[in-house]
């Protein structure tokens, strides 16, 4: 298959094991925030590749420590570790939509969010933090949000958001169709 998806994801394995892109050169003093976008119905295609990559960076680059945060289930297992996930469903249940994202906006917010995030993904730890899940977890977390409050977290370990919409390296646009969001501190990670 030689589509220009493709083509992209095969040019994500060389970025991300290139000295450049670790060391954070020629970001001029920016924080390594990049973001992998491509067309939400390429889902699944998308998720097979992260799962490539995670299982070929370590023959690739021996040595290099990944971690790969999926957002969905940062949320999920947050909000278990809270005793609020069954509360949650059951409020959805009774009350509709509203009324959860109303009650989960204080123990979701991006600002706690993006401390969990730091504890779960521990970029002191690891040369490269992966980040997927983005269209699962929405509208409980925005990811433009979580970015602007993980740029003091993340110390200088890169970060690749795989993302479902469209990124102009000025806004980020869910699903290449929900309003766009001002963002402009991250990279394409390829064109």
């Known amino acids: ?23 954070g ?5 920016e924080i390594g925030i990049y973001v992998f976008d491509y067309f939400a119905e390429d ?9 490539f990559l995670l299982d070929h960076l370590p023959k690739s680059k021996p040595g290099l420590r990944v971690k790969h945060v999926n957002l969905f289930d940062l ?12 509360r949650a469903i059951q409020k959805q249940r009774a009350e509709g939509n509203e009324a959860v994202l109303s009650a989960l906006s204080a123990p979701l917010h991006e600002s ?7 504890e779960v993904a ?12 983005v269209g699962s977890v929405w509208p409980l977390l925005r990811s433009h949000a979580l970015l602007n409050n993980l740029h003091p977290l993340m110390g200088n370990t890169p970060l690749v958001m795989f993302y479902p919409g469209k990124y102009d390296q000025l806004t980020l ?7 766009s969001k001002n963002y402009y501190r991250a990279f394409k990670l390829v064109p």
């Open 112 to 118: 706690r969010l993006a401390q969990v995030f730091a």
């Open 173 to 179: 646009q869910l699903f290449g169709i929900l309003a």
């Open 43 to 51: 889902e699944l295609r998308v998720r097979e590749h992260i799962q």
């Open 122 to 133: 521990q970029p002191a730890q690891h040369d490269l933090v992966l980040v997927s899940g």
């Open 75 to 86: 949320v999920i297992d947050h909000l278990k570790s809270r005793n609020l996930l069954d």
């Open 1 to 23: 298959m030689s589509d220009h998806l493709t083509e992209r994801l095969n040019r994500i394995l060389p970025k991300l094991i290139s000295d450049e892109m670790l060391s």
């Open 25 to 29: 050169s020629g970001l001029g003093n």
